[in-house]
């Protein structure tokens, strides 16, 4: 019967807009979830701050391949949440700070931030799985990393 | 007991067993204690039943009531008149429209996100745009490619200054603590 017939068609309105819904954020913008790492590097065995803790081996020899360093050490480790086009800050240290804001592409803005003022800022696509560091000399021939890492992606 | 004979059982309970097999059923029950409380539990089941459904009465006979249904589903397919639906002419046009909106809407979709995880890498998507922000440091930025790694390494101006003139000094550290 008709009747029975116009019951099983699909609600096509509803549909649509279901599906419009859905794809909507696909076609916008991305919330990053971003680990941020403050590393210290040096060619002794221990750091002499108890507090440091060594990288885990993956990162390690990550690191090993391109610097010259032969360990490691965690000073600070954050994981935030950087909204779509929002940003968010990483207080790697009293001195270290990192702003990372999420743009069109999807893209990130790296903001390096020493001692209050900006010193760097770098604009790139961040990939799964790509860590973007940034490097620096320290006092007898050590060297500080930021290591910029996006877990995930929603 | 096996599931026949609790079916059994069941259908002596229930009266429906024919003489012999009934008698047989009865001196089961009488002799075996699982039978027996098989037996109560049914009869208190069916007091329960019967005791709590609730009886719906329809106010014209059943063959007066049946006989009315039958004859308007007759009275509507002779007249060729469907039960109004909300299938008006803006109705219909609104889902004419909407079922190839709702398949491009789908199309789109799936292409987002193929584009998005599946298109190769562009050189314009590799692009990365640096900048100084401190008039005291410099940078070199390179990629490690191997290593999944872009690497911006900052350092003082003065310290290309103090190699040039051979007096290095260690750096001070101005970014990490």
């Known amino acids: 019967m008709s009747d029975l017939s116009s019951r099983r068609r699909l609600p096509w309105p509803v549909v649509t807009a279901i599906l419009l819904i859905l794809g909507s954020p696909v076609l916008t913008a991305a919330i990053l979830t971003i680990e941020a790492k403050l590393i210290w590097a040096t060619d002794e065995s221990k750091s002499p701050d108890a507090n440091h803790t060594p990288v885990d081996p993956v990162t390690a020899d990550r690191l090993r391949k391109t610097f010259k360093w032969k360990n490691y050490f965690i000073v600070k480790k954050m994981t935030k949440e950087v909204p779509s086009r929002g940003s968010a800050r990483f207080d790697l240290s009293k001195k270290c700070t990192v702003e990372i804001k999420e743009l069109e592409g999807p893209r990130v803005e790296v903001v390096l931030i020493g001692e209050g003022k900006p010193v760097h800022r770098a604009v790139k696509p961040l990939n799964k799985g790509e860590s973007f560091v940034y490097s620096g000399d320290d006092k007898n021939e050590t060297a500080w990393f930021v290591m910029i890492t996006d877990l995930e992606q929603k | ?177």
């Open chain 2, 1 to 177: 007991m096996n599931g026949d004979l609790m079916l059994k059982v069941q259908a002596w309970v229930d009266g429906e067993l024919p003489g012999e097999e009934a008698r047989q059923v009865e001196a089961l029950v009488s002799g075996n204690k699982e039978a027996a409380a098989l037996v109560s539990e049914l009869r208190l089941t069916r007091g329960f039943l019967q005791g709590n459904e609730t009886a719906l009465k329809v106010p014209d006979s059943p063959e007066f009531y049946w006989s009315k249904i039958r004859r308007e589903i007759e009275r509507l397919d002779a007249s060729g008149q469907s039960v109004p639906a909300p299938s008006s002419a803006l109705w219909a046009a609104l889902r004419r429209f909407m079922v190839p909106a709702s398949g491009l809407a789908l199309v789109m979709i799936v292409a987002a996100l193929s584009f998005k995880y599946f298109s190769p890498a562009t050189f314009e998507d590799q692009m990365v745009e640096v900048e100084n922000l401190s008039e005291e440091m410099s940078s070199i930025s390179y990629r490690s490619q191997a290593d999944n790694m872009f690497v911006v390494y900052l350092y003082a101006k003065e310290q290309t200054k103090a190699e040039d003139e051979s007096q290095f000094d260690p750096l001070d550290d101005l970014l990490f603590q």
